[in-house]
Every structure is written in structure tokens, then in C-alpha cells.
């Protein structure tokens, strides 16, 4: 199996392992490419896929009407929309930001956030009904017990004594972090994270299994090496250094990603993330 497994992010339910990889490869040799003219093999890289673990069933209904405002209504949802309109604004000068706001009905609010977000750079034309489903497919993995054990266990199945580097992004981070935590020792002794959310204090970092002991998140066993990259205008990695927050030697990297600052593709092609690649792999 491959010395490289890549871990996806949200709103990928309609994708596949193959179809990702397609996209992730050519991105990641770029960015090998960048740091030293190292490469690798198709067959050396595979792709751990959960997308489909929140991808609705068919129905022979016409199905339910689109998400609107008024369907965030669980608080998790809730924080994580305003804390990334908060984000939005404070990168992105043509985003107002909530303070105005914050005396304003709940839905009315909720709306607010959904119009900024959506004529931000980082999420220019998504339509509200999907940002709604990315924010419910992060509170689902981390309070849903079932879905989160299944998805960690993608993870697991794709991991084997070959594999050497997990390169994981955006939630992809969140489930990677806890997939290693369950396989001790014998696990891949390099991790890279982009576009992370774990350290959002709270909403997702209080929340990890293992939990944080003392405020502190705890290091995987078996990793020797973590490297966090994140750009500055990432809202969704809303903290950008991790160190600060978990035990071990984790370095961190700021990168620029242009308007794209969260796609996994100018990540992976970074000089930094290859460099990272080139370290844990040659």
C-alpha cells in the first residue's frame, strides 16, 4: 500500500477516492517539484475517503427544499458560522463584520453571516444551503459517535506498515489527528496538516479524543514529526500556529494561497508542503 496517505476535507460527498487522488496528486508533485525535484509514484500515494459516510441515500421523493438560515439552529452550527464571518471579515476587507450585529434575532443574524460568507473572497458564490452543509458535516463528526467512529476507521483501513506520512486537510486534519491516537507505536511517523481547524479552541479542539489534558492536546504516539501549514487568509484554520497547543516538536508554516485560501491544490503545491513531504519521506 502507499507510503503516502491523504486525508480529505469537507463537502467532498460526492467525490470518491480515485477522483480525489486525481486531483491531489498532480498538486502534490508540483509542490515536490518546487522544493527539490523529488517525486513519487502513483501507487505510492492512496487516498482515505469518508465523503460518502454524509452523502444522503436516494429517495424517489423530489427530495427537501435547500438549507436556509432558518435550519441553523444547533449552537455548534451556530458558533462556527459567526467565528468564521468574524475570520472573513478581519482578512477580507470587503467582508463587514458582526459586531454591528450582535443585538440582532438569532435568524437575522444567522443570515447576515450566510450573505458576508458568500460574497467573501474565500467563499464567492456558494450557495447557502451548502455552507450549511459544511458547517453540519463538522458538528456531525464531532457529535455523532457512530459517524465519527466510522470515518476514524477509514482512516485506520487505509493505514499499513508501509505507510510512512498521513497529509491531511481542513477536518481531514481533525480525523487524522484522532485515527492515530487509536494505532499506537505502529503508526506513520510523519504528519502534515493544512488548512487545520484544530486548534479552534472550544468547537473543536476541547472536544478531540483524546481530549486535551491541562489545556494541552495530546502528541500522537509513533508521530516524530507534525508540520501545520496554514495560510493567513484561511478562515477555517482560524488558529494558524499549533504549537502553542500540543506537546512535541510541531512546526508551523504560513504559506499564501491567493483567493484560494483554504483549496487544498495551492497547499499542496507549496514549496513548504513539499519541502515537508521531501523531510518525512527521503
Same mark, same amino acid.
Given at each position: 500500500?502507499?507510503?503516502?496517505?491523504?486525508?480529505?476535507?469537507?463537502?467532498?460527498?460526492?467525490?470518491?477516492?480515485?477522483? !480525489? +487522488? @486525481?486531483? /491531489?496528486l498532480? $498538486?502534490?508533485?508540483?509542490?515536490?517539484?518546487?522544493?527539490?525535484?523529488?517525486?513519487?509514484?502513483?501507487?505510492?500515494?492512496?487516498?482515505?475517503?469518508?465523503?460518502?459516510?454524509?452523502?444522503?441515500s436516494g429517495t424517489r421523493s423530489v427530495g427537501r427544499p435547500p438549507l436556509t438560515a432558518d435550519d441553523v439552529t444547533d449552537?455548534?452550527?451556530?458558533?462556527? !458560522? +459567526? @467565528?468564521? /464571518?468574524?475570520? $472573513?471579515?478581519?482578512?477580507?476587507?470587503g467582508v463587514s463584520g458582526p459586531a454591528a450585529t450582535t443585538r440582532l434575532r438569532t435568524p437575522y443574524m444567522i443570515q447576515r453571516a450566510l450573505d458576508a460568507l458568500s460574497h467573501s473572497r474565500f467563499f464567492t458564490g456558494l450557495a447557502d444551503h451548502l455552507l450549511i452543509g459544511a458547517l453540519r458535516q463538522v458538528r456531525r463528526y464531532l457529535t455523532d459517535h457512530d459517524i465519527r467512529h466510522r470515518i476514524r476507521q477509514r482512516v485506520l483501513d487505509t493505514l499499513t506498515e508501509d505507510t510512512q506520512l498521513v497529509v491531511a486537510h481542513s477536518l481531514g486534519s481533525v480525523v487524522a489527528y484522532e485515527a492515530l491516537h487509536m494505532i499506537g507505536t505502529s503508526s506513520p511517523r510523519a504528519l502534515i496538516t493544512l488548512g487545520s481547524p484544530l486548534g479552534?479552541?472550544?468547537?473543536?479542539?476541547?472536544?478531540?479524543?483524546?481530549?486535551?489534558?491541562?489545556?494541552?492536546?495530546?502528541?500522537?504516539?509513533?508521530?516524530?514529526?507534525?508540520?501545520?501549514?496554514?495560510?493567513?487568509?484561511?478562515i477555517v484554520a482560524l488558529v494558524k500556529t499549533?504549537?502553542?497547543?500540543?506537546?512535541?516538536?510541531?512546526?508551523?508554516?504560513?504559506?499564501?494561497n491567493g483567493v484560494k485560501a483554504h483549496d487544498v491544490r495551492p497547499y499542496l503545491t507549496s514549496q513548504e508542503t513539499g519541502a515537508a513531504i521531501r523531510a518525512a519521506l527521503w
Open positions: 500500500m502507499g507510503r503516502v496517505v491523504l486525508v480529505h476535507g469537507i463537502a467532498q460527498q460526492t467525490m470518491g477516492p480515485q477522483t !480525489l +487522488l @486525481a486531483e /491531489w498532480p $498538486a502534490l508533485q508540483d509542490g515536490l517539484t518546487m522544493a527539490d525535484g523529488s517525486s513519487l509514484t502513483s501507487g505510492e500515494v492512496v487516498m482515505s475517503f469518508y465523503g460518502d459516510v454524509f452523502r444522503p449552537p455548534l452550527d451556530q458558533e462556527l !458560522l +459567526l @467565528a468564521w /464571518w468574524a475570520e $472573513a471579515a478581519r482578512v477580507d476587507p479552534i479552541r472550544g468547537m473543536i479542539f476541547d472536544r478531540l479524543l483524546p481530549a486535551p489534558q491541562a489545556h494541552v492536546g495530546l502528541w500522537p504516539s509513533g508521530i516524530t514529526s507534525w508540520t501545520n501549514i496554514a495560510d493567513r487568509g484561511d499549533l504549537a502553542p497547543l500540543f506537546q512535541g516538536a510541531l512546526a508551523d508554516f504560513a504559506v499564501h
